[in-house]
């Protein structure tokens, strides 16, 4: 995973627009976990209080993948 928000962002989005296209179900199980589990991961981050705090384009684009996993404390 890179380190800089302009490529995690990129990344974040870019799979969002693939789990949103007109795939089959079966073709997008692979990402759909593998974004889940990061969401997960950045969850618990944040609930160990590390966290990143927005400097310029460094530690930005880490939102998106919570959005899946069904929490609200997760959005």
């Known amino acids: 995973m890179p ?10 989005s870019y799979a969002s ?3 949103m ?4 179900a079966d073709q997008k ?8 589990q990061y969401g997960i991961d950045l969850y618990g981050r944040l609930q160990a209080e590390v966290g990143w705090p927005t400097f310029g ?7 998106t993948a919570g959005h899946l996993c ?3 404390a997760q959005r």
Request: glycine fraction near 12%.
């Open 3 to 12: 380190s800089y928000g302009q490529p995690i962002a990129f990344a974040d």
């Open 17 to 19: 627009l693939l789990l």
């Open 21 to 24: 296209l007109n795939f089959p």
């Open 29 to 36: 199980v692979n990402l759909t976990n593998y974004f889940v």
């Open 57 to 63: 384009g460094h530690r930005s684009g880490r939102k």
């Open 70 to 72: 069904g929490n609200p």
